[in-house]
């Protein structure tokens, strides 16, 4: 018994005591539903192709993609994001609205047999276009200019191609002025008016997006996309990007990268009312793989980095977080 006018003595280690109290008063809850899965999909059958600065993750045909989604769906994770790998490339990136382009093919195929598997659909052009940059390059000038407008129109006619194939919600990830707006107008003009939009809105000029860049052969030929991107020194621009976005129509947005942005996170969430998506990004996978690959990291234990990451991403705010480490940590909620 406490002696009468003593203070309290805190003990929060009462609460820590087992792994059934840790269980109950656990603030964070994480689960599969929560992961989404990136892919890269490639032409062609049979193909499962190792990604060097991404350990663990491939480009793969379609046909592997499905037993890919089948196990998938095993471990509980119900929701894909697809980036299409064309065979061809040209200036506009017309592969990308193509009927036949390896993203709608890809999204039948997944539809077809698993009506229920929600699908994301990167909606740009940076795979699809010889000079890697995210729309229509502008003749001349010194330095790189994307052609807002022009870009736009493709934005909507791939959106409109997608939402045809199947998809359930379409990704900007171009960063181009109106892009929300455009697509929502396209979607429902050509009686799509179910199909959903996740928008890109906060996505920073980041180099952390360097692994990516080499999976999906997206790479700026020349320039950068700083002219596009977000200035990684803003935080309000983020805030008003998302208010933007949710204005104009986009059913969840997105803060990307998740790490080096978790205030940013933190501080939108409370000001929205729409799900929060973060993308834990290629980058950001490498490095906990590269540290784990020397040992750096508590060896025994892979896939705890990846626990005690994407659960800080959920702890700031993030309702939903696209990781290529959503199959190691599904396979360990599980077990
Ligand atoms: C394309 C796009 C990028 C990523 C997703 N969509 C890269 C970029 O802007 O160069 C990055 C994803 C990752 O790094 O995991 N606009």
Redesign the pocket.
Known sequence: MRKQGSLPVSRPRRLRASEALRRMVRETALSPAHLIV?SFVLEGRGARRAIAS?PGQFQVSIDELLKDIARQRELGLLSTLL?GLPAKKDAAGSQAWAPSGVVQRAVRAIKTQWPDQVVFT?L????YTSH?H?GVIRPGGKTVSVDNDATLRNIQKTAVAQARAGADFV?P???MDGAVAAIRTALDKNGFSSTGILA?SA?Y??V??????D??G???QFGD?RAY?MDPSNAREALRALRHDVEKGADMVMV??ALSYLDVIARIRPELDVPLVA???????AMVKAAESKGWLDGAATSRAAIEIVTSIRRAGADLI?T?HAVEIAQRLGG
Do not use: L
């Not at 740009?124 to 795979?127: A, L, P």
């Not at 952390?208 to 860049?213: A, Q």
């Not at 993308?279 to 996978?285: D, K, M, P, Q």
């Open positions: 990136p991404m980036f990167d740009c052009f940076c795979e890697g995210c990704a990830s171009g960063m890109y996505k000029a980041s952390f997006y360097g692994p990516f860049r999976a999906a997206s790479a700026p996309r991107q990307k990268p993308y834990n990004v290629s980058g950001e996978y696209i290529y």
